[in-house]
């Protein structure tokens, strides 16, 4: 089976192209082949490597609707240029510029296309429109995602697939759980991704703010994310957390780490991982520190409030309040937390894994062409 995943990435990082290695991993003894369709900025810096196919015109995301309008019309029409050296047996589309040329594929070409939505788009219309479309899949990461659009899930035409985390995460030892108070050693948090305004990084830099002086000295915050250089406002929210840092002296809590290709060094030797956005789709750095035994304090919102059983793998706190987050934070300094040991925090993410979250795509897959044979 051959499968060409639609994407238009400018840059090897995200979710999404975390995904689709996993599945060239997964699928790999299966014969699968993946060829993924980027722009032709993209630079290769994780591994495992992809096999790409390069076009100056096919973007992922632009803020400008006509701009990603062309694009995706203009990957329509290089696709049929791209089959010539040989058919492939699924069309698999991620990005907003990726549905944009699935839908024209499903309506124009009248062949079936899937695609995976990994973000919860304001445009609610337009995936509503897409999914009425005959030959069109879509996926949805949660079903929190699918109820954003206003869709319930229906297999195979709408179907909730989880992303998913690398196996190596599952095979790492597990760490030594810690209780709280403990006097020698800090509670070290752990916050993973890009510094961008959405995911909402100053929540947890006001939470710290916000801790008694006792227990601000009992923690620490390790910040690791590359700051987007093509984004202007990347930059100045990182300015912004910097200064915050200096203005309300919490220097000694919290260290921007930089950029990372090694998301499992960073966590493995984290306390518990923070993820304080209010707009995740789902989170796969959540699923990968529970995968390590590591619970999350996560925002109660979207995804991560579906992976994340509060008091169990973790704990829950109220969407864009520091003061809450703050409080959350206490509550595991004091030890008023009670968690699963790690080895359960790790089953709970198992059907998350790389190889269940495969099997699933690779029951959509199989559906999809044998639709495909029959038309």
Same mark, same amino acid.
């Given at each position: ?31 699968? =082949?993946? &060829? ?6 993209? /630079? ?34 290089? &696709? ?108 070290? &948090? ?45 930059? =100045? ?77 973790? &704990? /829950? ?52 062409? /044998? ?5």
């Amino acid at each position: 089976m051959r499968v060409l995943h639609i994407l238009g990435a400018t840059d090897d990082t995200g979710g999404i192209l975390s995904v689709i290695r996993n599945l060239q991993t997964a699928t790999a003894p299966r014969g699968v =082949q993946h &060829l993924v369709w980027v722009n032709s900025a993209y /630079h290769e810096v994780r591994r495992p490597s992809l096999t790409y196919r390069l076009s100056p015109g096919f973007i992922a995301e632009s803020p400008n609707p006509v701009r990603l309008l062309c694009s995706g019309l203009r990957a329509w029409r290089e &696709l049929k240029q791209i089959e010539r050296d040989g058919r492939f047996d699924v069309l698999h589309a991620h990005s907003r510029g990726g549905l944009v040329c699935a839908m024209a594929v499903a309506s124009l070409d009248r062949r079936p296309v899937l695609f995976t939505s990994h973000a919860r788009g304001r445009r609610v219309w337009l995936y509503r429109v897409a999914a009425a479309l005959p030959r069109l899949h879509m996926v949805f990461l949660a079903h929190d995602m699918a109820r954003h659009y206003g869709l319930i899930e229906r297999w195979p035409k709408r179907s909730i697939i989880s992303s998913s985390c690398a196996e190596v995460f599952f095979e790492h030892p597990l760490g030594q759980r810690h209780s709280w108070p403990i006097s020698h050693r800090r509670l070290r &948090l752990i916050g993973v991704g890009n510094l961008v305004r959405w995911k909402q990084w100053d929540l947890v830099l006001k939470a710290l703010r916000l801790l008694p002086a006792d227990a601000k000295k009992q923690v620490e915050f390790s910040l690791w994310g590359p700051t987007l250089t093509a984004d202007a406002d990347s930059e =100045q929210f990182a300015r912004e957390l910097r200064d915050f840092v200096q203005a309300n002296s919490l220097e000694e809590q919290v260290k921007f780490c930089g950029p990372t290709n090694d998301v499992l060094a960073c966590m493995k030797n984290g306390d518990w991982l923070v993820h304080p956005t209010t707009n995740e789709p789902l989170g796969i750095v959540i699923i990968e520190a529970l995968a390590l035994g590591i619970p999350a304090i996560v925002s109660r919102s979207g995804g991560p409030a579906e992976i994340v059983i509060p008091g169990k793998t973790g &704990l /829950h706190f109220a969407a864009n309040s520091a003061e809450n987050l703050a409080g959350k934070i206490l509550e595991v300094l004091r030890g008023e937390v009670g968690i699963l040991n790690p080895a359960e925090i790790r089953e709970s993410v198992r059907n998350r894994s790389g190889s269940a979250v495969t099997n699933a795509y690779c029951r959509l897959y199989d559906e999809i062409v /044998h639709g495909q044979a029959k038309r």
